[in-house]
């Protein structure tokens, strides 16, 4: 089996360094680079597994980064941010970040949390065909489509996660923070905006498509993907 690669992007070099002494030791293939644009060329040119991302970057800031990565890869990104306030958190979960670690940390933490994040997406990738059926609705986990009414509809990552979640388990209540954990994979806080944003979006591309299910709000509880015999 390859070692897996990791690009680190950070403009400091005594982070870069430290998390690619901790990496390596883990057995980790490991690229550095220091500045936003070089970040999405390597990306590019490299394919790693996995990213850590700082969001203060010369150039292209992390959020950009985070971005233009999303616009043709999926590979799990790792936030690595100096500021701990909510908002930042939230708009690296709506880019499509899947995780995130506050500095100053421990390196320690970010390998577990390396080790953590390829995890989960070795595991979804080696399991068989992931999807769902419903009336005039297919969600195809596997291949990460969405078709509507025969349609395909593009949809980014996290909310097609969300949809086929919630459709894999039906009329089963979920809270926010459950949807948090199960789907996004980590304890995000107690903040629960970014699951109100996904279903939001999600509801747009699915109201009204058909009456015999729906995505529905539970007021004070969460979310059920509602059916109906």
């Avoid at 970040?39 to 950009?64: R, Y």
């Avoid at 979960?93 to 940390?105: H, R, T």
């Avoid at 399991?127 to 969405?146: A, F, H, S, W």
Wanted: glycine letters at 6%.
């Amino acid at each position: 089996m390859s070692l897996e690669k990791i690009l680190v992007v950070d403009d400091d070099p005594n982070i870069c360094e430290l998390l690619r002494l901790y990496l390596e030791k883990e057995g980790y293939t490991v690229e550095i680079v220091n500045d936003g644009m070089a970040a999405v060329e390597t990306f590019q040119s490299i394919q790693p597994d996995l990213v850590l991302l700082d969001i203060m970057l010369p150039k292209l800031d992390g959020w950009q980064v985070c971005r233009e990565i999303r616009r043709f890869s999926d590979k799990p990104i790792i936030m690595l941010t100096a500021k701990g306030e909510t908002f930042d958190k939230v708009l690296g979960l709506e880019l499509g970040a899947d995780d995130y670690v506050v500095k100053p940390f421990e390196a320690k933490e970010v390998v577990a949390r390396v080790k953590a994040v390829l995890r989960r997406t070795s595991n979804s990738n080696s399991e068989q065909i992931k999807e769902v059926r419903y009336d005039k609705l297919v969600i195809n986990l596997t291949n990460y489509e969405l078709r509507v009414d025969g349609k395909q509809i593009d949809t980014p990552p996290k909310e097609l996660e969300l949809i086929y979640h919630l459709a894999s388990n039906p009329n089963r209540v979920f809270t926010r923070d459950q949807l948090l954990d199960e789907v996004w994979g980590f304890d995000y806080y107690g903040d629960s905006r970014t699951v109100d944003v996904h279903v939001k979006r999600l509801r747009e591309k699915l109201e009204g498509v058909s009456d015999k299910w729906a995505l529905k709000t539970v007021w004070g509880v969460g979310y059920k993907f509602e059916t109906k015999d």
